[in-house]
């Protein structure tokens, strides 16, 4: 229990100079502050957790640390000597290390070729000893022996590794550059328990070494097991450095959320009863692909069903596996209590299913087309006529136009003129003239401005109204919880807790996001 | 964990799996022997040695273009130009040889040159395609008319000689053993040595993912343009080759070039995508255009089938490689 102030940082740990220190530092893409006052100390001999919720602003602390991106203002001094990374090159050479979270490894090479890839030792200055290297790369690769699955050698081809493999060549990578900072960007998202034991008793050998360890997670659990210091991030400011010892998890969350209001009674799993009278329209039972560990829900009538949790942990996967963008690989889908079969976006479409991504530029506009071939497309589809009675099809789709209060100069300009905002309202108004029943929204807000985000916010309530059933899945929890009914918490592609009425807080949101990974391990 | 560490060293050192993937070449080496017994069924004197070596000093010119050609594949790039390298090559050798009046010195002044010409057109690929991030196949298409510009301006006719002692020594024997197989000799000897250096592994690393050899720190444009440095002098080889299978200057020699050397490397089992394959796979693949071509002469088809023809047998080599690759 913390007897003395968390922001004090004056425990056991960070006795000698810091290594590193990034200071006020700030980045912007585009219009979004990713960075807005990011602080980062590091002392030898630490593991230094970084945590926060989606976009406080980690990932690109580190990038900024790790010279992959330049910060637009503020230092990185290392040894107290300020320095500018122009590229991963030069950090490198100062010591820097990172292990990405979407991994840094050639499909094509072997085991041990990427394992040192770039810093092979050589013969004459240009050969490379295969047997040596693989030698080299065995001596590695024991520490993960028994607990790395069949097939795990020096030689073996990274693109037939599975996923928890590569993760683990990655780990190894990095640690043999053998840097004197070592930023660790979630390495144990896809690692079992016993794996995670093994990894950890390597970096406490690292940390021995002196050497400056930053930890990213998403477990709550891991964070205090290995973690020294706690750095937390909130939308992209550095708002505490704390001892772990001095820490409790609902302190942490307290300031990820920006309240230090700590509930510790903690209600078990309670589904709180809906006062749904409507009927049931979509029913998922137990999908399962790729990414979707089991996910089952149900969706009522003019109801808005939220999709919370971190990023990447199925909820995208889910919404698309409903569209048949990417069908899962099992699992029941019902419309109105009947067994319905999604093939493809068109058999979707015929169900009565819209689907709006937040990601425009992949999944959403005809850029460089004209406004009105954007918003008529959906309902172009729908239709088997040969010619396109032009007229008629704006008459269509005008009033969703209005009702959208879009802001165009014609429905003849291109629709890269529009704003972000305006663009994704074109994306919802295509399908909102196609009148669906059921309307999967994948991050649809994301880098819109506020005044297009009320608008939609408003249009959703009275969609509902209307009778349209939605999921909702939004990266901005405020957002997700001020929006929806109720909110399912995605974790390592399953739900782990459903959230309605009283329950519908930051709070309860990040608990079940972060705790909720030694429930999902244990089925892993 | 200890308890294994003792008897699982053995067992980590490696997978000894005979994997087909890990030796693309073989596909074709098995359609060069069939395409081989084809050959000597309709042309018995196949198998003579001088029969066999004249073979291979046609086939040569497309091997070495075919090996460079490998190495910008391999870094999932192409090079659209090297057809018209050699002309620019050929043009310029046989002019300077000319120009300088055909001695001993002038011949190797007319070499040199030739070789420098080629370094500098892949130069300019590689710095257009890897610093100015131009789209690599429209860059090489383009610097490849420009090659072909230049080889007619320099040369607007075909026409001039060189001293017989180019294209009889290409010809003749050194040491008792035929010139091309001490060049057959040196290019396999190459490809061996080349495929174990550090820079070939950076190669591969760069065409496997440009994203991730650039978060490792290999210096992803200097590798490209190397690619295209090798290429380049691959194509003057190639060209010098010509010399002495020619013995004449042509400024629309090299043309053809472009296609059939990336023919010969996708024959070979290297992936167009970069990343996977290597350079004894194009030498064959060259080996085997050239034998496709032999067996339709021999088959005595008539004149307006064997283009016909030439297609459809390599396109059946590559279904044949689909097929293996997809088991």
């Known amino acids: 229990m913390p007897s003395e102030p968390i922001t004090a940082a004056n425990g056991t740990i960070p006795r000698s100079l810091p290594v590193l220190r990034a200071s006020r530092i700030a980045k912007r893409y585009g219009g979004v502050t990713a960075l807005a006052e990011g602080e980062l100390e590091l002392a030898p001999g630490e593991v230094h957790v970084l945590i ?227 009927k049931t329209v ?86 460089h087309r004209p406004v009105f071939e954007n918003l008529a497309l959906a309902r172009l589809n729908k239709s088997h006529a040969t010619y396109i009675d032009v007229a008629a099809v704006s008459d269509q789709v005008l009033p969703v136009a209005e009702r959208l209060k879009l802001k165009y100069a014609g429905l003849g300009s291109p629709i890269s003129q529009l704003s972000g905002g305006n663009q994704q309202k074109v994306v919802l108004g295509r399908w909102l003239a196609a009148e669906p029943r059921i309307l999967l929204l994948d991050d649809p807000t994301k880098g819109i401005d506020l005044q297009t985000k009320k608008d939609l916010y408003a249009l959703l309530a009275e969609l509902c109204l209307g009778g349209m059933s939605i999921l909702f899945y939004s990266s901005d929890d405020t957002e997700l919880l001020s929006v929806s009914d109720r909110v399912l918490v995605f974790a390592d592609g399953q739900v782990v807790d459903e959230l309605a009425g009283e329950r519908l807080t930051e709070f309860e949101l990040n608990q079940a996001a972060f705790a909720s990974s030694a429930s999902a391990e244990a089925t892993a | 964990m200890t308890m294994h560490t003792s008897s699982t060293a053995g067992t980590l050192s490696s997978s000894r799996k005979f994997e087909f993937r890990r030796h693309p070449y073989l596909l074709a080496v098995g359609v060069f022997i069939l395409l081989s017994i084809v050959n000597a069924i309709l042309q018995p004197s196949f198998l003579r040695p001088a029969v066999a070596v004249s073979n291979l000093a046609s086939f040569m010119p497309l091997i070495l273009v075919a090996v460079g050609q490998t190495y910008v594949i391999l870094a999932s790039d192409i090079d659209l130009s090297v057809g018209f390298i050699i002309s620019v090559v050929n043009v310029v050798v046989v002019t300077t040889i000319e120009a300088l009046g055909g001695s001993g010195g002038a011949i190797l002044a007319g070499f040199a040159a030739g070789i420098a010409t080629g370094i500098l057109a892949g130069l300019v690929n590689g710095l257009c395609v890897a610093v100015l991030r131009f789209q690599p196949i429209v860059t090489t298409f383009a610097t490849g008319i420009i090659f072909a510009g230049v080889a007619l301006w320099i040369l607007p006719q075909a026409g001039g000689q060189v001293p017989a002692i180019v294209w009889r020594t290409y010809a003749g024997a050194v040491a008792g053993v035929p010139v091309v197989l001490w060049l057959l000799a040196a290019v396999l000897v190459f490809i061996a040595v080349f495929a174990r250096t550090r820079f070939h592994t950076a190669l591969v690393a760069v065409g496997g993912n440009m994203q991730a050899a650039y978060q490792t720190k290999l210096p992803v444009t200097r590798i490209r343009i190397t690619s295209y440095v090798i290429s380049g002098l691959f194509a003057a080889l190639a060209a010098l080759a010509l010399v002495g299978e020619t013995a004449s200057g042509d400024p629309l020699l090299g043309g053809a070039f472009s296609l059939s050397s990336i023919t010969a490397v996708v024959l070979g089992g290297t992936a167009l995508a970069g990343g996977r394959g290597g350079a004894l796979g194009s030498l064959f693949g060259a080996i085997i255009l050239g034998l496709i071509a032999n067996v339709i002469f021999f088959a005595q088809l008539p004149f307006e089938y064997q283009n016909l023809a030439q297609g459809l047998v390599i396109l059946l080599a590559l279904a044949g490689g689909v097929f293996v690759a997809r088991r």
């Open chain 1, 52 to 278: 926060g919720a989606n976009g406080s602003g980690k990932s690109t602390l580190c990038k900024i640390i790790a010279g992959a991106t330049g910060p637009d203002s503020g230092v990185v001094e290392l040894d107290g000597a300020p320095r500018h990374f122009k590229a991963p090159r030069d950090a490198a050479a100062v010591g820097i290390s990172v292990c990405y979270q979407e991994l840094s490894l050639i499909p094509q090479l072997s085991v041990a070729q990427n394992i040192f890839l770039g810093r092979e030792k050589v013969v004459a200055r240009t050969f490379v000893n295969s047997r040596k290297l693989n030698d080299d790369a065995a001596r590695l690769m024991e520490r993960f022996q028994g607990v790395a699955g069949e097939n795990f050698f020096p030689n073996t081809l990274v693109s037939d590794l599975s996923a928890d493999q590569q993760q683990l060549v990655e780990i190894l990578k990095t640690a043999a550059e053998d840097g004197r900072i070592v930023i660790f960007d979630e390495p144990t998202s896809s690692l079992d328990n016993r794996q995670v034991e093994l990894f950890f008793g390597l970096v406490r050998e690292m940390k021995s070494a002196g050497k400056a360890i930053v930890f990213i997670s998403h477990r709550m659990r891991e964070l205090f097991e290995i973690g020294d210091r706690m750095t937390v991030m909130r939308n992209g400011r550095t708002v505490g450095t704390f001892d772990a010892a001095d820490a409790t998890e609902g302190q942490i969350i307290g300031m990820m959320i920006g309240n230090d209001i700590v509930s510790s009674a903690q209600s078990p799993q309670e589904k709180s009863p809906q006062a749904r009278s409507a």
């Open chain 1, 282 to 367: 979509l029913q998922a039972d137990n999908l399962t692909g790729r990414t979707l560990n089991g996910v089952s829900l149900d969706l009522a009538e003019g109801e808005i069903l939220g999709l919370g949790g971190l990023h990447g942990q199925g909820q995208s996967a889910l919404l698309r596996s409903l569209f048949g963008a990417d069908p899962a690989a099992d699992g029941i889908i019902k419309i109105d209590g009947k067994v319905v079969k999604v093939s493809g976006p068109r058999a979707a479409m015929a169900l009565g299913l819209a689907y709006v991504s937040g990601d425009r530029g992949r999944d959403g506009t005809l850029s």
